[in-house]
């Protein structure tokens, strides 16, 4: 059985900080990975979508990474903004499973001015 | 384009009540989920869809039924209410396709059962 695993749980930066999300799944067997966002009290939105032949993909000040082999994902976010503040999720699909994702539980992210 | 719609938003029930949490999509996605997100649980998938008439069990089935009867819509419901299913849900749709697409989810369902 597919297990999604982010570190860490939470973090505080200060505004302007580069960071870095981790990501890691058990089943390297992956059809692909995304990466969402999710604002207190609202839904998932997609940020980035990385195929299981992809190395990375990029969207603005983000940056993610796949490391298949390893069962490895990082979202890196550059001059972070207050407005980054939510909670990140990791989500795999993978062969086992087809259909279905499994989603880390999340870290939560604060950037304080 | 709406994308995902779930309706309603909110909703307090009493233990022993029934309701249905209506999911729609306007995208043509074949691939229909129904998830609930629980604290320190993460999200976890209830019921699944890969086509309209078709639907299938995921990690937490019991106490949920549902129907795909049009393949813009996706229905959770549940019988007989009991506190252990207060939780945020949320619907997502995918279109067909193994590996070139992502999920879009709706914005949520916060159920309160007392």
């Known amino acids: 059985k597919q297990e999604v695993t982010q570190i860490p749980a939470a973090l505080s930066v200060p505004e302007g900080e580069n960071l870095v999300l981790n990501c890691s799944f058990t089943?390297?067997?992956?059809?692909?990975l995304q990466w969402f966002r999710q604002d207190p009290g609202k839904g998932l939105t997609s940020l980035l979508l990385i195929q299981s032949s992809q190395r990375e993909q990029t969207s603005g000040r983000l940056n993610a990474s796949l490391d298949k082999s390893s069962g490895r994902s990082t979202l890196y976010i550059a001059a972070s903004q207050p407005g980054d503040s939510a909670t990140y999720l990791c989500?795999?699909?993978?062969?086992?499973?087809?259909?279905?994702?499994?989603f880390g539980e999340g870290t939560q992210l604060t950037v304080n001015p | 384009n709406a994308g995902v719609t779930q309706t309603p938003k909110f909703r307090v029930l009493k233990t022993g009540q029934s309701m249905t949490l209506l999911c729609a999509q306007d995208m043509n996605h074949e691939y229909m989920y129904w998830y609930r997100q629980d604290p320190g649980m993460g999200l976890r998938l209830i019921h699944y869809?890969?086509?309209?008439?078709?639907?299938a069990k995921g990690e937490v089935p019991d106490g949920y039924n549902v129907s795909r009867l049009k393949k813009q819509n996706f229905l959770l419901g549940l019988e007989s209410a009991a506190p252990s299913q207060t939780s945020v849900y949320f619907c997502?749709?995918?279109?067909?396709?193994?590996?070139?697409?992502?999920?879009?989810f709706g914005s949520g369902t916060r159920l309160t059962v007392v």
């Open positions: 997502a749709s995918r279109p067909t396709g193994l590996r070139n697409y992502g999920y879009t």
């Open positions: 869809s890969v086509g309209e008439g078709t639907t």
């Open positions: 089943d390297s067997a992956i059809y692909n």
């Open positions: 989500a795999v699909r993978d062969e086992t499973s087809g259909s279905r994702l499994t």
